[in-house]
């Protein structure tokens, strides 16, 4: 691609003599650097000028900063004025600004976002609309899935996948989008014909400090005009808040309050949910194998959202109805009377949203197994051990990607928002910790197993080891989840 091209729409300025007019790619990795790629780099700290000459002793013809820097003669170098929101045009210059003939509609918030963004793809994808999917892990193309490391993707990365998407006929991608994504300008130019707003609870302090942070970084991606029409949930405060600042056009949801979009009543069950909702000045019946009332939130904004990309109401109700749900989200499995639920819940808030829900299904013990990642947020560790002790019957400690911190502090943090010690074990294997839970339950009790979802590794010191929740469960149980 030609330099011009490339930095179409940045402010930049040259530090040396052009000396190059194409560059093969870009990138932010100097350790991947071939002869004729550019570098962007991101931290201009001492590190990163040991980049900046790792980069160029590799053959780079191109270095993109943000601060003054000097390179060896015959390598072009460039300031800009900032380095993340560059790089996120650059990614996107790079695939012929891809995203530009996209129907885009971005999730934003703290729990809903996969399932959401799975019912959307899935209505769409039913509804013969040709639907990407971008989402926690992984992404989807038609029915073909493809592994991701994180929510969302890096710049080049993403936009690489928007191209791809585009060349096979995709029309509308629906993506998750990350309260760092976000932070990071990983999005930075990208047109959300549609944007919504789950909600806001507790997650990732360790990196944003405090949550009127966390909220403002949400709340910006609706309020810089990323999204052209939001759709808010206003059940909840952080949603209130921001249906009140926005300019642009919005549409409300809720189950409990007044919105644009309510629900009149709903029956929920171990086998779904059946809600009657006021739905564009119609009143309409939805029927879903998804359970709890949590996931009527999600169904609700998903709906609305289909509606917007032209789906009528009649067939969104038809295929609503053949979605199961999303693998590790209240995947419910019922063995010898006994329910079994795998859910991806890390926060206070998203295992408060399950245990609600099973307790009213539940007509015997509610026992939760569940555990903290580390290197993350440890605010929240003891308030999902006050959370999981005040709603379930007995709650077993374990491990959940320790990652570089020792398992049993990270176990010990929780229980210390237990009171009744009575009521909790801490078994470190998480393997024991779920055969424990299958040793105490009697018939029609309930085992939650929280935190991992359809995770299919465990990470601790840098490394990580196959492993998967549902696999363990069969396993423990000589049978086969279907």
Known sequence: MTIKELLDGIEFGWLTDLKVVEIKTITHKAEEITAGDGYICLHTDEKGMQNIALATSRGA???????????????????????????????????????????????????????????????????????????????????????????????????????????????????????????????????????????????????????????????????????????????????????????????????????????????????????????FRETTIFESELVGKYNIYNILSAIVACKLVGVRIKFLIATLKEIKPLAGRANLFKHNDVNFVIDYAHTPDGLQNILVEFKKLTYGKLIIVFGAGGDRDKDKRSKMGEVAAKLADFVIVTTDNPRSENPVSIMQDIANGICDKKKMLMIEDRREAIKKSIELVDAFDTIIIAGKGCEEYFEKNGKKYPYNDKKTLEELLDTEWK
């Open 61 to 279: 013809s191109l270095i993109i900063v943000d601060k003054f820097v000097r390179v060896p003669d015959g390598v072009a170098a460039i300031k800009v004025k900032n380095i993340r929101e560059s790089y996120a045009l650059l990614a996107k210059n790079f695939y012929s600004k891809c995203s530009d003939k996209l129907k885009m509609i971005g999730v934003v918030g703290t729990n809903g976002k996969s399932t959401t963004a799975y019912l959307i793809y899935n209505l769409l994808t039913k509804n013969n609309v040709m639907c990407g999917l971008i989402g926690t892990g992984f992404y989807m193309i038609g029915k073909k899935r493809f592994n991701l490391d994180m929510t969302t993707p890096d710049p080049m990365d993403l936009h690489f996948i928007l191209s791809i998407m585009s060349n096979c006929g995709v029309t509308t991608v629906v993506m998750e989008v990350s309260s760092h994504a976000i932070y990071l300008k990983k999005v930075w130019g990208i047109k959300y014909n549609i944007g919504i707003f789950t909600n806001l609870s507790q997650d990732h302090l360790d990196f944003f400090g405090d949550m009127q942070t966390l909220e403002k970084v949400k709340h910006s991606f609706f309020l810089d005009g990323f999204a052209q029409i939001s759709i808010i949930n206003v059940d909840d405060k952080s949603g209130e808040r921001l249906a009140q600042k926005l300019s642009l056009p919005n549409i409300t949801y809720a189950v409990d309050n007044k919105a644009d979009i309510s629900v009149n009543t709903y029956e929920l069950s171990s086998e779904g949910s059946r809600f009657n909702v006021n739905l």
